[in-house]
């Protein structure tokens, strides 16, 4: 259940693709539907960061609402400095003047204000997201740590009487 979680996190750069598209005389165009391929990949690489560490927090034994929290804690620095280089990588592209700077501005805005706003939103949300979907995972879903436990346990006493024959 938990690549729900970070597809969930994906409309947040499209949310700030559309206002930096808008700010631009420039539209949809392929440029800056490349730039939406950049921008999905990037915000699923931050939200799988989130999300698999609180995947691992919950298995160590912490609570959905900890274990969220905490991967929020571990891995914010990271992927701060990742957007905050990108950011800035991409600055050049925004301001662009000359020949062909239509190009690269539409994938540089795409990039630039979808990648602050997934940020600033995703490092709050995804944890959320998170939290929704495990807890519903655990709730309707019969899964969760103790099944998980449970199935764990089982696999090795299999393993355990194979072994002893």
Excluded: H
Excluded at 91 to 113: D, H, K, W
Aim: net charge negative.
């Amino acid at each position: 259940m938990l690549p729900e979680a970070i597809i969930l996190a994906e409309p947040l750069g499209l949310l700030g693709d559309a206002l930096g598209t808008m700010l631009t005389p420039f539209g949809n165009n392929v440029y800056t539907q490349i730039g939406i391929v950049l921008l999905i990949a990037l915000i699923s690489k931050n939200a799988i960061l989130i999300v698999e560490f609180a995947k691992e927090q919950r298995e160590s034994g912490l609570g959905v609402v900890e274990a969220a929290i905490e991967a929020s804690r571990l891995r914010f620095r990271p992927i701060l400095m990742t957007v905050v280089s990108f950011v800035f990588g991409t600055a050049p592209l925004v301001l662009a003047t000359g020949a062909g700077a239509g190009s690269r501005v539409a994938l540089g805005v795409t990039v630039f204000f979808g990648m602050i706003l997934a940020t600033i939103l995703g490092l709050v949300l995804t944890p959320a997201l998170y939290r929704m979907i495990q807890g519903l995972s655990e709730r309707f879903g019969g899964g969760g740590q103790a099944a998980g436990e449970a199935q764990a346990e089982a696999v090795v006493a299999e393993t355990d009487a194979a072994t002893e024959q």
